[in-house]
């Protein structure tokens, strides 16, 4: 009887040790890689760095001029200081007694100065007071034509001379006489009203005092038949 081969154990045979080598090697392979897949996913310093420089305004970026800038506050000037007044003591109180004269009645240039030398201002005073006192000598001369056809009448030539009287310019009178409304034929009807009042008058010698007064031949007859002549 041949005597028969006897089996060698598994761990003696040679193709068992190339698979437990394989076998090693595929684990070992596998460790490594987990490795750098693990290093991989952590950040970079310097990538962190790149970040936080790009983070970073640059001084040489353009500046966005949307951006909300400060208000600028208004620069105060200087109040205006009122210039001092050159006129004397005596010349306001000129100035203001003219004032208070032309608040109540109308007066001339003349006739405001009179007025206030009469009151004991010098002609100087009294001059500076009416030169500076801003009157319109036309509208003043109007007014004291209103005032006198206010109680007595005149005619359109009688009512300049009596201006003139108050020392208004000839101008002045006239302008007074042109823009006072007066109907001069109304202005002759009371003149001769007044005139019979006190006196005994004819027709024709009605008509003859209305015309020494100024009035024209046409307003004469008119007030004198007015008042049933």
């Not at 154990?9 to 080598?21: A, D, E, G, N």
């Not at 595929?26 to 310097?46: E, L, R, V």
């Not at 006192?133 to 001379?161: H, K, M, P, V």
Request: proline share 3%.
């Amino acid at each position: 009887m041949k005597e028969g081969k006897v089996k060698k154990p598994i761990y003696k045979r040679w193709w068992f040790w190339v698979i437990v080598i394989v076998v090693i090697f595929g684990i070992i392979g596998a460790a490594a890689g987990g490795d750098d897949a693990d290093q991989g996913t952590a950040p970079s310093s310097s990538a962190t760095s790149a970040d936080s420089a790009t983070s970073t305004p640059d001084a040489s970026d353009p500046v966005d001029s949307s951006a909300e800038q400060p208000e600028e506050q208004p620069v105060q000037q200087p109040e205006e200081q009122p210039a001092e007044s050159t006129a004397t003591v005596s010349q306001q109180n000129a100035l203001a007694s003219a004032k208070s004269y032309l608040d109540y009645t109308a007066f001339s240039y003349e006739g405001l100065i009179d007025q206030l030398e009469y009151e004991q201002f010098s002609t100087e005073d009294a001059t500076y007071a009416v030169d500076n006192c801003g009157a319109d000598w036309n509208e003043q001369a109007l007014l004291c034509a209103q005032s006198y056809l206010e109680y007595t009448a005149f005619s359109y030539s009688g009512l300049i001379d009596q201006l003139e009287y108050e020392q208004f310019t000839t101008e002045q009178a006239t302008y007074a006489a042109d823009n006072c409304g007066a109907d001069w034929n109304e202005q002759a009807a009371k003149s001769a009203e007044s005139y019979l009042a006190y006196s005994s008058f004819s027709r024709d010698g009605l008509i003859d005092q209305l015309e020494y007064e100024g009035f024209t031949h046409d307003q004469a007859v008119y007030g004198v038949e007015a008042n049933g002549f």
